[in-house]
């Protein structure tokens, strides 16, 4: 378990490398081998998923590591990092930062609150994702030390975007004093750049790089467009 936070050096790049049990890329040290890429190719920051994938990062690569563990609880929306057990096994793992959600549903603030306070308590820092300017604002009060726009389109009361929600990450920047990181269906670098320039201190990109299935299909679609 850490000792103390480790915070990112600079703005910049964080890449998710995940693959869930259904997808090619899972298992073994796939992940581990991404994170290694990402971080020659400057990446200042790996966010990751399941114990596995943290503690194999956590021992490949000397930037900061984000952990979270998605888990489906029936009857329940919540499935990143939902509940104690999760954020216990990914300190367990060595994760500078967990990533929680933090969204205003099923009472998660009440919870999230707590667990803020056990990761902090562990040494750790805490990524709040959320979905909407509220939660974020929330999120900064209930002492989270980043919050993500990861789950912007995902609650059924954020905007159903295509793309990355540019003006979240822009309200965000200009009301909270916590680093506000952009994630979320952001595709190529002129889109991440464009984060940047709405306020956000660091740009997570993980489909993008990380699942070429999702590359491919973008890919084969495109071309569909023309082919008869």
């Not at 790049?13 to 971080?39: F, N, Y």
């Not at 500078?96 to 933090?102: E, G, N, R, S």
């Not at 009301?175 to 464009?194: D, L, S």
Request: proline fraction near 5%; glycine fraction near 8%; hydrophobic fraction near 45%.
């Amino acid at each position: 378990m850490n000792t103390h936070k480790r915070t990112f050096s600079q703005r910049g790049l964080i890449v998710s490398c995940q693959a869930l049990e259904h997808e090619p890329l899972h298992g073994g040290d796939t992940m581990r081998k991404m994170a290694i890429a990402a971080q020659m190719s400057g990446a200042i920051g790996i966010r990751t998923n399941g114990v596995h994938d943290i503690r194999s990062i956590k021992g490949a690569v000397d930037v900061p590591v984000v952990g979270l563990i998605k888990r489906d609880i029936p009857e329940s929306d919540i499935f990143i990092t939902p509940t104690l057990d999760e954020v216990k096994a990914i300190l367990d793992a060595g994760a500078d930062i967990v990533a929680l959600d933090v969204t205003d549903r099923e009472g998660r603030l009440d919870i999230a609150c707590e667990l803020i306070a056990y990761v902090h308590q562990a040494g750790a820092a805490v990524m709040a994702d959320v979905s909407t300017f509220e939660e974020g604002v929330a999120a900064e009060r209930l002492g989270a030390d980043y919050i993500g726009t990861t789950l912007s389109g995902y609650t059924p009361y954020s905007p159903q975007l295509e793309g990355p929600d540019f003006e979240l990450v822009r309200q965000l920047s200009e009301a909270v004093n916590i680093p506000v990181v952009a994630e979320g269906r952001i595709w190529t670098p002129a889109e991440a750049v464009k984060a940047l320039e709405a306020g956000a201190t660091y740009v997570v990109v993980g489909s993008a790089i990380t699942r070429p299935q999702l590359i491919t299909t973008r890919y084969v679609e495109a071309l569909r467009k023309l082919i008869p």
